[in-house]
């Protein structure tokens, strides 16, 4: 059981006040979320809004002894996630991932990172955007990874950190997914974790790898602060471009 409030700060109002109204949601249909208590906008206390939250009594692990269960939990989890009928609990309120990436594809920035080859990258996703609409529009966590999931005594309890999430192509929650779960655990990790969630799932995955390469985007010119170690940085960039290689290979490219 969680055993105290703890204060989640948010810079963004709107953004405090969807995960706040999210919160209150998935507590609703039991969901193993945090219990949001308060959401403060005021100024008063701290300069930004900030939500205070049930504590879980849980802890991140990246180096779980029976690593096959965790994986099978993770990823049934993440399918339960998108399974969720958005439409019935009235998330309309969320922002929509096709917008995100719509104006993500309209411009480049100034500089691209070409050590993570994103020139290449953004030519294949921009001559195909916007993808075809494959599947239903899901509730997507928007950064489901082993450092947002809560264990205890070999079973997950809790997920947190929601300000990321959206609405739209669940297949966009499982690339991020895959990438995290490669760098933390290796490939096979990734493969398991893939075919346990395609396993509990019926959605059409014939785009998974443009998502794959949506996601290899994410940390353009900016792993090095993501790693905050050269070590690890080196295993993170070996990874990415092991990822960005699979997909390429996957779309014959």
């Known amino acids: 059981m969680r055993q105290h409030g703890e204060v989640d700060r948010k810079l963004n109002p709107q953004i405090a006040t969807d995960e706040?109204?999210?919160?209150?949601?998935?507590?609703s249909v039991e969901f193993p979320t945090p219990k949001p208590y308060y959401l403060d906008q005021s100024g008063k206390i701290f300069p930004v809004p900030y939500l205070v939250i049930e504590y879980i009594e849980g802890e991140t692990e990246f180096s779980h002894f029976n690593l096959p269960d965790f994986i099978l939990q993770l990823a049934t989890q993440l399918s339960?996630?998108?399974?969720?009928?958005?439409?019935?609990?009235?998330?309309?309120?969320?922002?929509?991932q096709s917008k995100k990436y719509a104006d993500k594809f309209i411009e480049r920035p100034a500089k691209v990172d070409e050590s993570l080859a994103e020139g290449?990258?953004?030519?294949?996703?921009?001559?195909?955007?916007?993808?075809?609409?494959?599947?239903?529009?899901a509730l997507l966590h928007g950064d489901f990874w082993p450092g947002n999931i809560l264990w205890r005594d070999g079973?997950?309890?809790?997920?947190?950190d929601w300000e990321d999430a959206e609405l739209g192509d669940p297949l966009a929650d499982?690339?991020?997914?895959?990438?995290?779960?490669?760098?933390a655990f290796g490939v096979e990790a990734m493969h398991s974790f893939t075919q346990h969630y395609k396993?509990?799932?019926?959605?059409?995955?014939?785009?998974?790898?443009?998502w794959d390469l949506c996601a290899t985007l994410r940390p353009a010119s900016k792993i090095g602060e993501w790693?905050?170690?050269?070590?690890?940085?080196?295993?993170?960039r070996e990874g990415h471009k092991l990822f960005i290689t699979q997909a390429f290979d996957k779309l014959s490219l």
């Open 20 to 27: 706040f109204k999210l919160l209150q949601i998935l507590e």
């Open 155 to 160: 079973k997950l309890v809790g997920i947190i």
């Open 120 to 137: 290449k990258i953004r030519d294949v996703l921009e001559a195909v955007w916007p993808l075809p609409q494959r599947n239903k529009t």
């Open 174 to 183: 499982l690339a991020n997914t895959r990438l995290e779960i490669l760098w």
């Open 227 to 236: 790693a905050n170690d050269v070590i690890i940085e080196k295993k993170m």
């Open 80 to 96: 339960k996630i998108h399974k969720l009928d958005y439409a019935k609990l009235d998330l309309a309120f969320l922002p929509e």
């Open 199 to 210: 396993s509990s799932s019926t959605i059409d995955f014939t785009n998974l790898p443009y």
